[in-house]
């Protein structure tokens, strides 16, 4: 099961709306009480339904790669900027991962000892497009944008946002970066972060029309992204 090696990642996604109350159990059942406390604070059902999800697939996933750790039984810690890890003292390779979560859909990478980061949109959620774009995007890239035809905004749009968010949060930087300051150039073949330091990997699909995922992972080497759809097979309680 320990098949993570330092130039694998993996990444699982999730459609909340397809979940049976046999995998919404699964995933209550492996919450610790601060993670169901937290869940409970969202005011709609379909914000606590992602939360809840995610949560528990980061802690099965986890699991799929460490079998001795039981998916309830991970522990974590925040860095200053609210990014979570795991506590130290498991005994072995660390796990690096990350989670994201709209309404609706679901995903957690999973990676040994790299900065990784990843960032799921719904794209259809922008409503007020422009404003969001002055506050985020780079002078080029508002440029790109404003050039394309408006049936085609809100896809490049997402794209810029989810790179910016998935590299932030790699960096475990969160929302305290300044998006407008970091620019990418999108081209064939993906997307390039403009100067700055580093060996950064990114990749974009959708995994259905109205969604898209994006990943942020940095290596010296190359890196071998695995998707994988649902959940991972581990015990549970």
Same mark, same amino acid.
């Given at each position: 099961?320990?098949?993570?090696?330092?130039?694998?990642?993996?990444?699982?996604?999730?459609?909340?709306?397809?979940?049976?109350?046999?995998?919404?159990?699964?995933?209550?059942?492996?919450?610790?009480?601060?993670?169901?406390?937290?869940?409970?604070?969202?005011?709609?059902?379909?914000?606590?339904? +992602? $939360?809840?999800? %995610?949560? *528990? #697939?980061?802690?099965?996933?986890?699991?799929?790669?460490?079998?001795?750790? !039981?998916?309830?039984?991970?522990?974590?810690?925040?860095?200053?900027?609210?990014?979570?890890?795991?506590?130290?003292?498991?005994?072995?390779?660390?796990?690096?991962?990350?989670?994201?979560?709209t309404r609706g859909m679901v995903?957690?990478?999973?990676?040994?000892?790299?900065?990784?980061?990843?960032?799921?949109?719904?794209?259809?959620?922008?409503?007020?497009?422009?404003?969001?774009?002055?506050?985020?995007?780079?002078?080029?890239?508002?440029?790109?944008?404003?050039?394309?035809?408006?049936?085609?905004?809100?896809?490049?749009?997402?794209?810029?946002?989810?790179?910016?968010? +998935? $590299?932030?949060? %790699?960096? *475990? #930087?969160?929302?305290?970066?300044?998006?407008?300051?970091?620019?990418?150039? !999108?081209?064939?073949?993906?997307?390039?972060?403009?100067?700055?330091?580093?060996d950064w990997f990114f990749e974009?699909?959708?995994?259905?029309?109205?969604?898209?995922?994006?990943?942020?992972?940095?290596?010296?080497?190359?890196?071998?992204?695995?998707?994988?759809?649902?959940?991972?097979?581990?015990?549970?309680?």
């Open positions: 099961m320990r098949s993570l090696t330092n130039n694998l990642a993996k990444i699982w996604v999730v459609d909340v709306s397809k979940l049976s109350g046999a995998d919404v159990l699964r995933c209550e059942a492996v919450l610790v009480p601060a993670e169901i406390e937290q869940m409970r604070r969202f005011q709609f059902d379909l914000d606590r339904d +992602a $939360y809840r999800a %995610a949560h *528990g #697939l980061a802690r099965q996933a986890l699991s799929s790669f460490e079998p001795d750790v !039981l998916p309830q039984n991970w522990v974590f810690e925040s860095t200053p900027y609210g990014r979570p890890e795991i506590s130290t003292g498991y005994g072995f390779p660390p796990l690096r991962f990350n989670i994201s979560h995903t957690v990478i999973v990676v040994r000892d790299l900065d990784c980061g990843v960032d799921v949109e719904s794209i259809g959620r922008c409503r007020n497009l422009d404003h969001l774009a002055l506050n985020i995007l780079a002078p080029a890239e508002l440029a790109t944008l404003s050039a394309v035809p408006d049936f085609e905004r809100p896809l490049l749009f997402s794209r810029y946002w989810t790179l910016k968010e +998935a $590299y932030s949060k %790699a960096l *475990g #930087l969160g929302l305290s970066m300044p998006f407008e300051r970091i620019a990418f150039e !999108l081209r064939e073949g993906g997307a390039r972060l403009l100067n700055q330091a580093g974009q699909w959708l995994p259905s029309p109205n969604y898209i995922v994006t990943t942020a992972l940095r290596s010296s080497q190359p890196i071998r992204l695995v998707r994988h759809w649902g959940f991972p097979d581990v015990s549970t309680p």
